[in-house]
């Protein structure tokens, strides 16, 4: 357990030091969040088509952060082949791989709130009236979104030690594919007239919470060999 | 009990057999010296000493068991691989404390300063270990390496790499550990004359089994005729003395190396009457040496016999 | 300048793209999705939907540049979007292609070497700093305008044959395509090159520079965005003056990366 | 008589880093230089000063009388470069790798084909010319550099760590062949190592450096012989020596007794060539000589000692 935390102190602390990764990182955060917020100002309607925007856009800013720090936690260590130095260390592959999940997942989900802040308060700002987030809103940021976060690191992390390095490559260009498609999906989504509601955040947090078990479950998948087979 | 042991070590990869039947053991305060040409499986073994690639068949027990199922085994094993194990954007000193951190070392701040005066990089603790040079790095990778003081060190080519200086700082610890601390090491090396220096023991793989395991010694003596090397004040007279030494009888056989006659005995006999026959002859002897065989030659000869054989 | 060692270059360069396989499935995923699917997507939805798709589209048409609006105004309802959509707001997002393949192979051609300690036995060839950059723009370029405008063929194909049951007739491209494939096209893979030469003096991997230059896509998407919310239209003559913008932006980047891509920056720089 | 390579206190700074400071020495064709000192010594940034890949801060250096600064194309097609790591493009053969240096240092169209297969051929490498070199050993790759460096019959060929990371066998293959490159085709060899045997076997001179500057520079025995000025020799004996032996030894010139058990002296001799005369004043004297051996200092112990500043 102790071990785990330490792990995750020395992601955390390596992601906050590396300038290029959060530079692109917040690079990403304003145009994408600045950008939306501003279209929505351009449509009429008030509230509901922020909620919708945030509802959609915050968890796949967040996908995209986690994607960007986990390759830093994950494949780096494993291009360079540290990580089989770290296989040697007394903790269990297990323990190394959660470290690895929550060191990505925290400064993933910090700047991810901070995005959702921006988006709302340039909106606000902006807009002559004063645009609250709902309640259903306020509870899926602070539970959906850490959860798909944690889920999508503890994904990415899996394939990323288990697959060799063209895998791993393809696996990025279809990362970045399929979070354009996403973003389009979400631009496209507020655009269609559906309300916030609890049953939605509910429903939302349910696969989320199902997505992290399937997780956890392939970790039972975990396996040295492989990961030391596959160190290019 | 032994600290390594390791019995009928099998290994296939794709249908390829990389280990056939290895046995060998490593005793405690033993430097344990493996060598052979790359590809022979030495990085296999290691690996799967280590527990992270499994055994076909056969086993290798760390301490008496597989580190493969003791993960907290590993805290009495240190390691230091072909990559050093450090993060480039992390400082000396940063690395050096998650690793304490790690193997749950009793005084980590202490330990840590210890460590980098250790390395030598004092100075240098907090800037980025991106900007070191490659021998820093490896000597940081050291002492991270031992910064929990092991019972038993695993190295891979541990002075790959590095220049004269640590190549000696990297030796002098080697030898200082296994001394007074009673450390085992078992060390991959291509570094044959540091080998001869540091190793008490020394197994040589080729295609994985293993073709001699024993002392430098014990190779040495086993290894042929004794040897003399000569050295001629007047090189002109090379070819004159040649021809003298190889018909004498306690001479089994000459060679020129340069300017240098080497000249094989038969078993038994003096070298006096060698040199008192040249001087007769009016051919000024410079030099005069014994010469055992050097690991390198000891190495070259089970290799390339081996080789022979299959 | 020695064209055999240009061509030396740029061969060597273009051989090891097509064993990259990041760069080879890129350019299927990019000629699948926009040559292929979103042509397909967009002349099959109103036949499935029929009219239904069209009183959504009142509500835009508004938005819609007064240009288009006189071409769609003769327009059938169910033929309106593909219209709208191929022939017109979508020849922007094309764009993408040259810049994603210009980008890969510059980030292969200069990081990829610099990452692979490949670039320091090139540079003790004899060849001249000049003609070590210029082989590698080239082989960039050329592969990226080349795979834009066969591109550029399979759309033009896939949108007429499979617009007929709704066109009945051959009416692509229109005239806003040919300066943005003609003209803006080139410009835009020089500027994905030039940012990756840029780039790649301060970042170590492929793909950090991939990433890194990735961000031009935005660029991009602010040329559809613009022109989807009605902001800009790219008539003939506005994408003139873009590609016109871009070719100056190129020049001044490129005379930049001369001035970095000199063996004594690169030799310091690692 | 222009010099394969000479430098004429030659300087390069890096931001507040000197790497090379005040470098002025000679390389003769035709001879193997070897160049030592620590990492950060400077022997990298020489090499790539000698071929323009970098700008002297300042000094001057030739290679074959052309400044690589302003002749830079000419000078590297007339030298080879083996660096520290020996990349290739590992997507592509062996054959295409060398094809394309090839053409690249200038090896005429029509003479192409064939120098790049006398190449594989000569490195051992014809089995394996159409594999893709991603799947080559180290020691493949390492002599696949080695064919590249020397694809265009460069006249000058640097060599950093030629021999790192091999095992024995093929170190001593490469080895082998840096030899005879010398010795039989009289290239100029310019080598830079961290193993001091291997520059013991193969350099003709050495230079020493260390933080750019130059401690040492000559043949070995030069070096050894500037150090330590006295040399001391080992005598074993198979029967005690005759008393008047000894009292005639010690009367010699240049000659001083240490010890002088029964079976076992030592002496001190002033020059090496002296020792020649020892060995058959005890012959003739009637004593019988089982070993002479004068205390060999080995490159390491003379590197260690110039490092150390023992010598000035």
């Not at chain 1, 917040?26 to 919708?52: A, N, R, Y």
């Not at chain 1, 990362?175 to 996403?182: E, N």
């Not at chain 3, 610099?114 to 540079?123: S, Y």
């Not at chain 4, 194309?73 to 493009?89: D, K, Q």
Request: aromatic share 8%; glycine share 8%; net charge negative.
């Amino acid at each position: 357990m102790n071990g785990m935390l330490i792990v995750a102190q020395k992601e955390i602390r390596q992601i906050l030091k590396s300038r290029n990764v959060l530079a692109s990182a917040i690079i990403f955060v304003i145009v994408f969040g600045g950008f939306s917020s501003l279209s929505t100002l351009t449509s009429e309607g008030g509230g509901g088509p922020l909620d919708q925007l945030v509802f959609t856009l915050v968890p796949v800013l967040g996908i995209f952060m986690g994607y960007l720090f986990s390759s830093q936690a994950f494949l780096r260590e494993k291009q360079g082949g540290i990580v089989e130095t770290l296989l040697c260390s007394p903790l269990s592959l297990r323990e190394i791989w959660m470290g690895k999940v929550i060191g990505v997942t925290v400064p993933a989900y910090g700047l991810t709130l901070l995005a959702a802040a921006l988006i709302l308060g340039l909106a606000n700002s902006l807009s002559q009236m004063t645009l609250l987030p709902s309640l259903p809103l306020i509870a899926h940021l602070f539970t959906t979104v850490p959860l798909f976060i944690a889920a999508t690191v503890g994904l990415l992390g899996f394939a990323q030690l288990l697959l060799g390095l063209r895998e791993n490559q393809i696996l990025n260009f279809a990362i970045i594919f399929a979070l354009i498609f996403l973003l389009t999906m979400s631009q496209a989504l507020f655009g269609s007239g559906f309300t916030i509601s609890w049953v939605v955040v509910g429903s939302s947090l349910a696969i989320a919470i199902l997505l992290l078990i399937a997780t956890s479950w392939l970790t039972r998948f975990l396996d040295k060999e492989r990961i030391v087979i596959t160190i290019p | 009990m032994s600290v390594i042991e390791v019995r009928d070590l099998n290994r296939t990869f794709d249908g390829k057999k990389v280990l056939r039947g290895l046995n060998f053991s490593v005793e405690k305060g033993e430097v344990f010296g493996f060598l052979g040409p790359n590809g022979a499986g030495k990085t296999t073994t290691l690996r799967i000493l280590l527990g992270l690639l499994r055994a076909s068949s056969g086993e290798a027990l760390v301490f008496g068991a597989s580190l493969a199922n003791q993960d907290r085994l590993r805290r009495r094993v240190g390691v230091l691989l072909e990559n050093n194990g450090i993060y480039d954007r992390l400082s000396a000193r940063e690395n050096l404390d998650y690793y304490a951190r790690l193997y749950a070392v009793e005084e980590p701040r202490a330990q840590v300063e210890e460590m980098l005066e250790f390395a030598g990089l004092t100075e240098r603790a907090d800037d980025l270990v991106g900007t070191f040079s490659a021998g820093m790095k490896r000597k940081l990778g050291l002492a991270r390496a031992i910064i929990h003081d092991p019972e038993l060190l695993l190295l891979d080519e541990p002075t790959s790499g590095l220049d004269p200086e640590a190549q000696v700082l990297v030796r002098d610890l080697i030898l200082r550990l296994s001394g007074q601390e009673a450390m085992t090491v078992f060390m991959n090396s291509h570094h044959l004359a540091e080998v001869e220096r540091v190793c008490s023991k020394v197994a040589i793989l080729h295609h994985g089994s293993i073709q001699a395991f024993d002392t430098v010694e014990h190779l040495r003596a086993g290894s042929g005729m004794p040897r003399l090397s000569l050295s001629l004040a007047d090189p002109e007279k090379t070819a004159t003395a040649l021809d003298l030494l190889s018909q004498l009888p306690s001479v089994s056989r000459t060679e020129r190396e340069g300017n240098r006659i080497l000249v094989t005995l038969t078993r038994g006999s003096p070298a006096s009457p060698i040199l008192t026959r040249l001087i007769q002859e009016d051919i000024g002897v410079e030099e005069a040496t014994k010469v055992s065989r050097s690991l390198e030659e000891i190495y070259l000869g089970v290799v390339q016999e081996a080789e022979g054989s299959a | 300048m020695n064209a055999r060692i240009l061509r030396a270059l740029a061969e060597k360069d273009l051989r090891e793209v097509r064993k990259n396989r990041i760069a080879i499935y890129g350019a299927i995923v990019l000629t699948v999705i926009f040559s292929i699917a979103f042509p397909l997507i967009f002349t099959q939805v109103p036949l499935i939907t029929g009219t239904e798709g069209a009183p959504d589209l009142e509500e835009v048409i508004p938005l819609i540049p007064l240009e288009i609006q006189g071409v769609i105004e003769n327009l059938e309802p169910q033929q309106i979007p593909v219209v709208l959509f191929l022939g017109y707001l979508f020849a922007p997002l094309f764009l993408i292609i040259p810049l994603m393949i210009a980008s890969i192979i510059a980030a292969e051609a200069f990081v990829g070497e610099k990452e692979r300690k490949t670039l320091e036995p090139l540079l003790y060839t004899p060849a001249t700093d000049l003609e070590l950059f210029v082989g590698k723009v080239l082989a960039a370029l050329i592969p990226a305008v080349v795979f834009a405008w066969a591109n550029f063929a399979v759309y033009t194909f896939v949108v007429n044959l499979a617009g007929w049951p709704v066109m009945h007739r051959i009416w692509f491209p229109t005239a806003v395509w040919w300066p943005m494939i003609l003209w803006v096209a080139p410009a835009i893979a020089l500027m994905g090159i030039a940012v990756t030469v840029l780039i790649s003096s301060k970042v170590r991997t492929f793909m950090e520079a991939y990433q890194a230059s990735g961000a031009l896509v935005l660029i991009v998407v602010a040329l559809l965005m613009g022109q989807i919310f009605g902001l800009i239209f790219l008539s003939p003559f506005v994408s003139l003056l873009v590609g016109a913008v871009l070719f100056a932006l190129d020049a001044l980047l490129i005379k930049i990366g001369v001035g970095i891509f000199s063996r004594d920056e690169l030799m310091t720089s690692i | 008589m222009t010099h394969a390579i000479e430098t004429d206190h030659l300087t390069r700074t890096f931001g507040a880093i000197t790497a090379v400071a005040n470098l002025s020495l000679s390389v003769e064709e035709g001879e193997v230089f070897g160049i030592l000192g620590p990492n950060g010594a400077g022997k990298t940034t020489v090499v790539r000063l000698m071929n323009g890949i970098l700008s002297p801060s300042q000094g001057k250096l030739w290679v074959y009388g052309k400044d690589p600064v302003s002749d830079g194309p000419e000078v590297r097609s007339m030298t080879g470069v083996l660096t520290e790591s020996p990349s290739h493009y590992e997507r592509l053969t062996a054959r295409q790798n060398l094809t394309f240096y090839a053409t690249m240092s200038g090896v005429a169209e029509e003479k192409l084909p064939n120098r790049v297969w006398e190449m594989l051929q000569l490195f051992g490498l014809e089995k394996r010319a159409d594999d893709l070199v991603g799947g080559f050993s180290k020691g493949m790759k390492q002599r696949l550099a080695l064919a590249r460096a020397l694809v265009h019959e460069p006249k000058v060929l640097f060599l950093d760590e030629p021999t790192a990371g091999l095992d024995p066998g093929a170190a001593k293959q490469v080895d082998d062949l840096i030899a005879e490159l010398s010795r039989q085709e009289g290239r100029t060899v310019f080598l830079c190592t961290h193993n001091l045997h291997e520059a013991q076997l193969l350099c003709d001179r050495v230079a020493m450096l260390n933080q750019g500057r130059l401690l040492a520079m000559g043949t070995i025995q030069e070096l050894t012989s500037r150090i330590w000025q006295v040399m001391s020799v080992d005598v074993d004996l198979l029967t005690p020596l005759p008393s008047d032996v000894l009292e005639h030894l010690k009367g010699l010139e240049g000659i001083a007794i240490e010890s002088a058990a029964p079976l076992h002296l030592i002496l001190r001799v002033r020059q090496r060539d002296l020792i020649p005369m020892v060995v058959q004043e005890i012959v003739h004297g009637g004593g019988e000589i089982v070993r002479v051996s004068p205390r060999e200092y080995s490159l390491e112990e003379v590197y260690f000692a110039i490092q150390k500043g023992d010598f000035t």
